[in-house]
């Protein structure tokens, strides 16, 4: 693409400097009949060779320079104003009749035959530079539709990393959940072999291991509470000023409930053969084997054995964690009552 301006244009014949735009010289009447450097925009005399100002060859095939079609030859002209005012210089095209306007260092598109051509679509009336036309004219884009470019890729790539990054996170909760849930059925089955790090207060009977030390739990279990309802019945006299007595009698009777209530704190131990609870005013030692029944709280079990009619607590087991490594990683699994109870019954079925 050739958007130049030829500064003047000097006679063959006379050597006086005409005006870019003047077809004949101003001096002698000679026809100035000039070859344009499609380099450097020079004008040079019909029979050079090269570019009198750059060297460039004259005698090359001049490739198409319209931005527009990238078919035709953009032809200048100028045109004056009146009274000298809105003076312009224009390109045309010899294919498609697109006419491109030079504002200051930029040139604007400001007609075109077909309306449907996509470069009119885009860019009529946008003041460009030299080098935006180029760009476009190779099947390139103006510098704002590279920005808007730019930046929709960047906001696509932060997109999709987001959405990488939320299926990665999916997909490792997907997995820590899977090597969870084979964890808790190795673990209800016997299949695992649990250790605890912390030391055990019991002493153990022969054969016995320690499986789990919970600290800080308490323990809880349903007591009565008594009750008394009832009042006085009958008519009232008055003898005296300020004194009165009644007639009649009492009627009250007792009624009582359960609740459940904290007996104490201290530490839960599971091995192998018993659960042992190891408080400051209690202690609670529950042969596995007698255990009939185990129901499981967020914060602990409760736990039903033979031979004793009320319910057993043990509450702030979750404290406690118990750690394993799956797929996934490295896995901290509180002990919850669900946990709780399958490791329970893991020790039943294994050594019961």
């Given amino acids: 693409m050739n958007l130049y301006k030829i500064k003047m244009i000097v006679c063959n014949n006379c050597g006086t400097e005409n005006p870019d735009y003047a077809l004949f010289c101003e001096e002698c009447g000679t026809e100035l009949d000039l070859i344009y450097c499609p380099r450097c925009g020079h004008g040079n005399s019909s029979d050079a060779k090269?570019?009198?100002?750059?060297?460039?060859?004259?005698?090359?095939?001049?490739?198409?320079?319209?931005?527009?079609?990238?078919?035709?030859?953009?032809?200048?002209?100028?045109?004056?104003?009146?009274?000298?005012?809105?003076?312009?210089?224009?390109?045309?095209?010899?294919?498609?009749?697109?006419?491109?306007?030079?504002?200051?260092?930029?040139?604007?598109?400001?007609?075109?035959?077909?309306?449907?051509?996509?470069?009119?679509?885009?860019?009529?009336?946008?003041?460009?530079?030299?080098?935006?036309?180029?760009?476009?004219?190779?099947?390139?884009?103006?510098?704002?539709?590279?920005?808007?470019?730019?930046?929709?890729?960047?906001?696509?790539?932060?997109?999709?990393?987001?959405?990488?990054?939320?299926?990665?996170?999916?997909?490792?909760?997907?997995?820590?959940?899977?090597?969870?849930?084979?964890?808790?059925?190795?673990?209800?089955?016997?299949?695992?072999?649990?250790?605890?790090?912390?030391?055990?207060?019991?002493?153990?009977?022969?054969?016995?291991?320690t499986s789990l030390v919970m600290l800080n739990v308490s323990f809880l279990e349903a007591r009565s509470v008594r009750q008394t309802i009832g009042g006085y019945g009958g008519p009232t006299f008055r003898v005296a000023k300020g004194v009165s007595f009644r007639l009649g009698g009492v009627s009250a009777r007792s009624v009582s409930h359960d609740e459940i209530k904290k007996i104490d704190q201290g530490t839960l131990v599971l091995t192998n053969k018993r659960l042992v609870f190891l408080g400051d005013k209690k202690t609670v030692n529950i042969d596995l084997r007698k255990i009939i029944a185990i129901e499981p709280f967020k914060d602990g079990i409760g736990s039903q054995r033979e031979n004793k009619q009320k319910t057993e607590y043990f509450t702030g087991t979750q404290n406690t964690s118990l750690n394993f490594t799956g797929e996934s990683g490295r896995i901290s699994l509180p002990l919850n009552g669900v946990v709780l109870r399958a490791a329970i019954l893991g020790n039943i079925t294994k050594f019961g």
């Fill in 50 to 209: 090269f570019c009198q100002e750059c060297g460039k060859s004259l005698t090359e095939e001049k490739d198409p320079d319209c931005p527009a079609c990238n078919t035709g030859f953009l032809t200048e002209s100028f045109h004056e104003g009146t009274l000298g005012i809105g003076n312009k210089v224009i390109y045309t095209c010899s294919h498609c009749g697109a006419v491109f306007e030079e504002k200051g260092d930029k040139y604007k598109l400001t007609h075109i035959h077909e309306l449907n051509n996509p470069v009119w679509q885009k860019y009529r009336n946008k003041p460009l530079t030299f080098e935006e036309w180029t760009r476009i004219a190779n099947g390139g884009v103006s510098d704002e539709e590279q920005e808007k470019i730019d930046r929709e890729r960047k906001e696509r790539e932060i997109r999709e990393a987001k959405a990488l990054e939320e299926r990665k996170k999916r997909e490792a909760e997907e997995q820590k959940n899977k090597d969870i849930n084979i964890f808790m059925d190795k673990l209800a089955k016997g299949n695992i072999n649990l250790t605890s790090s912390t030391p055990s207060l019991i002493i153990p009977k022969k054969n016995e291991e």
